[in-house]
Antibody, heavy 119, light 110 residues
Framework: EVQLVESGGGLVQPGGSLRLSCAASGFTFRSYWMHWVRQAPGKGLVWVSHINSDGSSTNYADSVKGRFTISRDNAKNTLYLQMNSLRAEDTAVYYC????????????WGQGTTVTVSS | QSVLTQPPSVSAAPGQKVTISCSGSSSNIGNNYVSWYQQLPGTAPKVLIYDTNKRPSGIPDRFSGSKSGTSATLGITGLQTGDEADYYCGTWDSSLSAGVFGGGTKLTVL
């Protein structure tokens, strides 16, 4: 079964750091681009970042550029999001998603992990 | 506000048809494929349409996608109560070098 499972969310104080992980199974992880997408409580989907299949190219939303870093370990079938200098507005459910053999369409999503930034 | 503009809500009766619009610009919808996602309450999004008008296996042909210029449309026919969800359009924006989503449309099946 194709699956993505996020972990690492939690409560963190403003200015703090957190690292999210996304464990992939059931497909050849190293062949796919991967994304992080977040959703603040009661709000819509917001794209955060993507990384290409070998990890050599990344892009970020302006709102997280310079604070968040996406990476992957293809040997461990795992995607990461290192989040530093966290702000209250980063509070959201964070989803990892696989980009399918398509143009920029996310065909597999994890269940999400919740990040709450609050003092 | 989102780069892609969707109506906040649409509604229709069971069995009827509804369309959801997604308006963008030449840097996103105008020159790239569009995907559509369905998010049922409390669940992760699911792709309904990719490459503007293609359906993944398992998605019924009641769902369709199209594009004209800088706008895309999701059509749903034969509405069912189970279709009540939030729907999002998404694509790549070449000017921003970023992924973009619409603000989402809540579908109510009356």
């Amino acid at each position: 079964e194709v699956q993505l499972v996020e972990s690492g969310g939690g409560l963190v104080q403003p200015g703090g750091s957190l690292r999210l992980s996304c464990a992939a199974s059931g497909f050849t992880f190293r062949s796919y681009w991967m994304h992080w997408v977040r959703q603040a409580p009661g709000k819509g989907l917001v794209w955060v970042s993507h990384i290409n299949s070998d990890g050599s190219s990344t892009n970020y939303a302006d709102s997280v550029k310079g604070r968040f870093t996406i990476s992957r370990d293809n040997a461990k079938n795992t995607l990461y999001l290192q989040m530093n200098s966290l702000r209250a507005e980063d509070t959201a459910v964070y989803y990892c998603a696989r980009e399918g053999d398509t143009f920029y369409a996310m065909d597999v999503w994890g269940q999400g992990t919740t990040v709450t930034v609050s003092s | 506000q989102s780069v892609l503009t969707q109506p906040p809500s649409v509604s229709a009766a069971p069995g009827q048809k509804v369309t959801i619009s997604c308006s963008g610009s030449s840097s996103n919808i105008g020159n790239n494929y569009v995907s559509w996602y369905q998010q049922l309450p409390g669940t992760a999004p699911k792709v309904l349409i990719y490459d503007t008008n293609k359906r993944p296996s398992g998605i019924p042909d009641r769902f369709s996608g199209s594009k004209s210029g800088t706008s895309a449309t999701l059509g749903i026919t034969g509405l069912q109560t189970g279709d009540e969800a939030d729907y999002y359009c998404g694509t790549w924006d070449s000017s921003l070098s970023a992924g973009v989503f619409g603000g989402g449309t809540k579908l109510t099946v009356l």
